[in-house]
């Protein structure tokens, strides 16, 4: 029970039907203040009260609640209550007046003084399994607007349903494809309950009602729509089967199975559990049935499953009129039909069949297996006996010969059953082959019994680590070459031949590695064209033996490159890489053939397209972005270009005022003019540093040196005595290491000690990098130009023939 905000709805929930008015006035002889909620104060009554006062306890605890109406106003006043649909009779002990009065309110007339608040109780009884709505109507006198409050219950009985295994061969069999209760009502529950185990026992009063009636009230057999059906079973065998009980009403539910019909029999051959308990709404509870066949004989006989609810008491002792007409206190039964035959052949009977079944094992997809056994005749007279598969799943499992045939009287006849699967199976004791035993001159059959067969097949289970694939990086050419490991284990049940090839598109056929595997698939699992193809020498049970050298696959060689694996053992497979030769990426896919795996496995499906990579690097730096290389200088086109540039602004300081740049139609460096008293205080001269890039994936190493440039026109120098001006840094001159991506700031100092200009050609060359001359070297040259400070008159700009100018100044 709960008020709904959303809807302004004060819902009193799911009520049970037979519940009456007569339950609302309190029962005579119980005390004013009697709280029925206190268990202590309950059980201080006389044992004749005691039942009487738990019972309208329950109902004004299901079907009452007290609505608090308080006086807001300034006035006393007079207010009555009444519903909207209810007609609410004066006399509750007569019954209602309508069929629609559900609600009922009491007192129906109440006197408030100024600030005084009441209780006021509202009752719901809903005479049929549906939901009902109302509205409390609460009038105050002198006031001609009425306040309303909307009230809301559902009516309900007690539901269940039946599920079992006839729900499935019903259309088989022509039964019904699924049951209910004998009792049809409007407040059933979705389906797909949740499936919960036997629930908690009951109690005597559900128990003691099974045996039959109780206070007058009748059971009431309900059709037999509901079938276990064990057919026939071999002396000393054992067979288990089970239904559902599933309530589908709103309200919980006790049921108890009815066994009084095992009483015609000795009661050893059959165990049900559970065979009593209560159930949620929605709730589900297993009932298991176990059979033995211990001495011939048929069996037929119902289980009843009677339900209640759990508030209605089995001797149907509630007092109130039409309490009996409407079923108060009834048991409902829902019946399961049991059927089951315990025998044994006589006149025809199985030989060299153990326990009358077939076991074929394990086997795996594709394989086949055959088993005999012979049918003898005991009888006076020929048979004819025929086999039949039920099931087209059956049928393409097993093969029976001869499927017909007549046995003479004191004979038998070997029959040869052949199992072969293309997908996984696991049949145990399936019953789908059936014999039939007739008589030859009429045809008519007087015996049918089943063949039991089991078997299980399954696929080649592997796994491959790592599953995806494998990655060598980036190598040096004339590195060693590098190795990895890959794992194959076998996971399940059987051995299996493996093998690895070329996976590629443009890859050549690899008769060997096909023709291993080929071999070693069972026949079942390979296509017309594969069985007709040939390849690989055979040994001398006829299979190919797997290929287990060394095998090179573009710049990778796997060892070994297949073999044979025993359930759980693992292979590990070297794959090896070669990076020499010119610089480029190298991609193979290898694909792993296993014999006798799914060919819709995941792992199956990865196996046959498993990537290596790796890619072959040669050492290199940065030769083309001079911008880089300088970046903390400037980069020109051409020192011409920048010295005439100068020029039109200063003439006479123009190649003074160039900086340290670099040109690159010269392919020069400049420090520019560097005056020698300015760095007479630094003992290496002036210093810039230019940045050597490593861009590729792998180090490498690099060596520097400075050498004496070319001499060229006059005045612009070179030769070896300008490379005393010129200096690396300490450490440059020996191989300096550069990381992957990493770079390199190698100084380089301008120290002049004349005034003229300085030339020569520095060389950063990269060790083993001659197979790419573009980025193994870079060179170019460097320049600069020892002076001293000096000034230029800018103005006047007229002379004297003295040298002097006007006004005294020159």
């Known amino acids: 029970k709960r008020f709904v905000m959303s809807r302004g709805v004060y819902e009193f929930g799911p009520l049970l039907t037979w519940k009456q008015v007569g339950a609302m006035p309190r029962p005579e002889g119980l005390p004013e203040a009697l709280n029925f909620n206190s268990p202590k104060e309950l059980a201080a009554l006389p044992a004749e009260l005691l039942a009487v006062a738990s019972a309208h306890g329950t109902t004004r605890k299901t079907n009452a609640e007290t609505f608090r109406i308080s006086n807001s106003g300034r006035y006393d006043a007079t207010v009555k209550f009444a519903f909207e649909i209810s007609a609410n009779p004066a006399d509750l002990g007569k019954g209602r007046d309508k069929e629609a009065d559900v609600f009922f309110v009491e007192p129906r007339e109440a006197f408030l003084k100024e600030g005084d608040t009441m209780d006021v109780t509202v009752w719901a009884f809903p005479e049929e399994p549906k939901a009902y709505k109302d509205t409390l109507m609460v009038c105050v006198d002198e006031n001609p607007h009425p306040t309303e409050f909307k009230v809301q219950c559902l009516g309900v009985v007690p539901k269940i349903s039946l599920h079992g295994a006839w729900e499935l061969a019903g259309d088989e069999d022509g039964l019904a494809s699924s049951t209910g209760s004998a009792f049809q009502g409007a407040s059933g529950a979705d389906e797909g309950a949740v499936r919960a185990g036997g629930a908690a026992a009951s109690g005597p009063q559900l128990s003691g009602a099974m045996s039959g009636a109780q206070g007058g009230t009748q059971l009431e057999a309900a059709v ?80 009843g499953v009677h339900y209640t609810d759990v508030e209605a008491p089995a001797d149907g002792s509630w ?202 698939t069972p026949r079942a699992l390979l296509s017309p064209e594969e069985r007709g193809l040939e390849g690989g020498a055979p040994d001398a049970e006829g299979k190919v033996p797997p290929v287990t050298g060394p095998k090179t696959i573009g710049r990778f060689t796997l060892d070994p490159c297949g073999g044979s694996l025993e359930p759980g053992q693992t292979v590990t497979v070297a794959l090896t890489f070669d990076p020499a030769g010119d610089p480029a990426v190298h991609k193979s896919v290898l694909s792993v053939l296993v014999s006798g795996s799914d060919p819709l496995d995941g792992a199956a499906a990865l196996a046959s397209k498993f990537e290596v990579l790796g890619e072959t690097c040669h050492p290199s730096i940065n030769t083309a972005d001079f911008r880089q290389v300088f970046e903390e200088q400037h980069v020109i086109a051409s020192l011409a270009e920048a010295l005439e540039a100068k020029a039109k602004a200063n003439p006479a300081a123009a190649e003074a ?90 100084p380089v100092h301008f120290k002049p000690t004349a005034l003229k200009a300085y030339r020569c050609t520095f060389a950063a060359e990269v060790l083993d990098g001659e197979a790419v001359p573009a980025t193994a070297k870079l060179a170019f040259d460097l320049t600069g130009r020892g002076t001293l400070p000096h000034v230029s008159v800018a103005r006047p700009l007229a002379k004297t023939e003295a040298g002097g100018g006007g006004g005294g100044l020159w």
């Open 224 to 303: 037999p729509t509901a079938l276990l059906d064990f057919d026939r079973l071999l002396l000393g065998k054992s067979e288990d089967s089970e239904f559902t009980v599933t309530n589908d009403s709103f309200v919980e539910v006790q049921w108890a199975l009815d066994m009084s019909a095992l009483a015609d029999y000795n009661g050893e051959e059959f165990e049900v559990k559970p065979t009593e308990g209560s159930l949620g709404p929605g709730q589900s509870a297993v009932v298991k049935v176990y059979f033995a066949a211990l001495q011939e004989q048929t069996y037929e006989f119902n289980i």
């Open 319 to 520: 007092a109130g009129e039409g309490s009996k007409e409407r079923g108060l206190g009834r048991v409902f039964e829902d019946t399961v039909r049991v059927l089951a035959e315990a025998y044994q052949i006589k006149t025809v009977a199985f030989e060299d069949l153990d326990g009358g079944a077939l076991d074929f094992g394990s086997l795996r997809v594709g394989d086949s297996k055959d088993l005999t056994f012979k049918i003898a005749n005991r009888g006076k007279y020929p048979v004819d006996f025929g086999f039949a598969l039920r099931k087209p799943q059956v049928r393409e499992l097993f093969a029976v010969e001869p499927e017909l045939g007549t046995i003479e009287p004191d004979a038998s006849a070997e029959v040869t059953v052949s199992f072969c699967s293309t997908r996984e199976v696991a049949l145990r004791a399936n019953k789908d082959i059936k014999c039939t035993i007739s008589e030859p001159h009429t045809g008519q059959a007087f015996e049918t019994f089943p063949v039991l067969v089991s078997a299980k097949s399954h696929w080649a289970r592997f796994r491959l680590q790592p599953g995806r694939g494998l990655t060598f990086g980036a190598a040096k050419f004339n590195e060693t070459p590098r190795e990895k490991m890959f794992q194959i284990k076998n996971e399940g049940q059987f051995a299996f031949v493996f093998a690895v090839k070329d996976g590629g598109e443009e890859a050549e056929p690899d008769t060997g590695a096909d023709a291993a595997v080929r071999s070693a």
């Open 657 to 746: 005022s160039i900086k340290p740049c670099y040109a690159e139609q010269d392919v020069l460096f400049t420090f520019g003019a560097v005056v020698n008293s300015s760095v007479a205080a630094s003992p290496f001269g002036l210093m810039e540093r230019f940045k050597i890039t490593n861009p590729n994936k792998i180090p490498c190493v690099v060596k520097f040196a400075l050498s004496a440039a070319t001499q060229g026109q006059a005045g612009a120098g070179g030769g070896e005595e300008d490379l005393a001006a010129f200096a690396l840094a300490e450490g440059c001159a020996e191989a300096v290491s550069i990381a992957p991506h990493e770079h390199f700031y190698v």
